[in-house]
């Protein structure tokens, strides 16, 4: 050959990766994982049952008192309850600093919302006197 051309070997191949077998650790921690997922599944039912069980007590006593039409009932009702999931979320995502100057005006919303939501279904429980004439 040519002085200025070298040959070239071929590299050993690697034998092939075998996967190992999870270890204990690896096991409990997917296990947790798994527990923690369901139990989230969990939690989360609940509170979806909870908040439609909340909009139709809450859209009923807002038709009671103002008298409006169902529909409306149910638009008011579910703006009240976006807005106070909103007013929640925008405590949880922030940094400690900033929710000190959120939660100055965040929680006496709050508060305002879970009595007016709370006063609009008890007056749905309160039974009404039947006007007979």
Sequence with gaps: MADNVTTMTRPATKPALVPKAPSRKDRRAAKALRRQAGTALGVGAVAVTLTALSLSHLAHG???VTGCQPWEGWAM?????????ALELSQLAVTDKLRRQISRFARPAILGTLA???????????????IST
């Excluded at 009702?77 to 999931?85: E, H, K, P, Q, T």
């Excluded at 007016?116 to 039947?130: D, E, L, N």
Aim: no cysteine.
């Design 62 to 64: 807002i038709e009671i």
């Design 77 to 85: 009702a579910v703006s009240i309850d976006l807005g106070f999931v």
């Design 116 to 130: 007016g939501s709370a006063g609009m279904t008890r007056s749905r429980s309160v039974p009404r006197p039947s």
